[in-house]
């Protein structure tokens, strides 16, 4: 295997080689934020940075589809963000994601529960302040408050909306009454609807600004191939749907951060091997 010459078994994403992970060559970083104070449901998604991590370290590093090795570009994997509530959370990795951008770096932050997001978000904007947000999920995440939070995992894209109104949502296909009055219709696309639209790829596309941060919620997939997320709905999306919407994104657009949130790991290893799986791809579409 190709990665047997690049890997020492370091604890890192793709367990590279110092060649490979140090800070200074690397242009990519992995921020782990194993943050599960608010999910309303099935708990775990604070174990899901670390079964990412682990599930990358078994994958092949070549590319087939994009021709590339995106790991030669460096990926830095930073100590895991460790908060006992939402606001020093939020607080800690708003400044380490501000920082890592201050250094040029391309960042990767990986949750946990979805309102980490919120953190990358608001800093990539002091970046790129006309930057629009493509928010791949199965749920709107738009209500005000939930469970007496501003900052609960059900509000990350209202919290978002006080920043930018350029979310483009993918996968919807849950959601509160409440949240009804929050929402932009020509600026949602739901799961029902992609299955019967052609040109929703190039669609989504279009209503995107030149700069755009990309939010995955991972049960934006359908559970058949994502069961281990904290709230699974039925209806969802497939891998090459995602992936063919991303490498769209990718080419006709300038990706500038994301976040991959609520992996909820189990024993079945399968889902973390596709969040790692799914990183790798939007670092090889951008990168290649």
């Given at each position: ?273 596709l969040a790692a799986k799914l990183i790798y791809k939007l670092l090889s579409y951008k990168f290649s």
């Amino acid at each position: 295997m190709l990665k047997d010459k690049i890997s020492n078994g370091a604890d890192n994403f793709c367990g590279l080689a110092e060649e490979f992970s140090s800070y200074g060559k690397s242009k990519i970083v992995i921020l782990p934020v194993p943050f599960d104070k608010t999910t309303s449901w099935l708990k775990g998604s604070d174990k899901g940075p670390e079964a990412i991590i682990e599930a990358s370290q078994n994958m092949e590093l070549y590319d087939i589809e994009t021709d590339s090795q995106v790991y030669k570009m460096g990926i830095f994997t930073e100590k895991a963000v460790i908060a006992k509530d939402s606001v020093s959370m939020l607080n800690q990795t708003y400044k380490k994601v501000r920082s890592f951008l201050k250094d040029k770096k391309f960042v990767v932050t990986v949750g946990g529960e979805h309102s980490i997001s919120m953190a990358p978000i608001k800093a990539h904007f002091e970046f790129s302040p006309d930057m629009s947000i493509l928010h791949l999920d199965a749920h709107s995440d738009r209500r005000d408050t939930y469970e007496g939070s501003k900052y609960n995992h059900a509000c990350v894209m209202a919290r978002a909306r006080e920043i930018t109104d350029k979310i483009i949502s993918v996968g919807i296909r849950s959601m509160d009454s409440s949240e009804l009055k929050n929402i932009d219709r020509n600026k949602m696309f739901y799961a029902s609807e992609i299955f019967k639209s052609k040109g929703w790829i190039r669609k989504v596309t279009n209503k995107l600004s030149k700069n755009v941060y990309v939010s995955i919620d991972l049960d934006v997939f359908d559970p058949s191939i994502m069961p281990s997320t904290g709230t699974p709905e039925p209806g969802g999306l497939n891998w090459e749907q995602v992936t063919d919407l991303l490498e769209m994104v990718s080419s006709k657009r300038n990706i500038v951060g994301t976040d991959v949130v609520e992996l909820c790991p189990s024993t079945n290893k399968a889902p973390d091997f596709l969040a790692a799986k799914l990183i790798y791809k939007l670092l090889s579409y951008k990168f290649s």
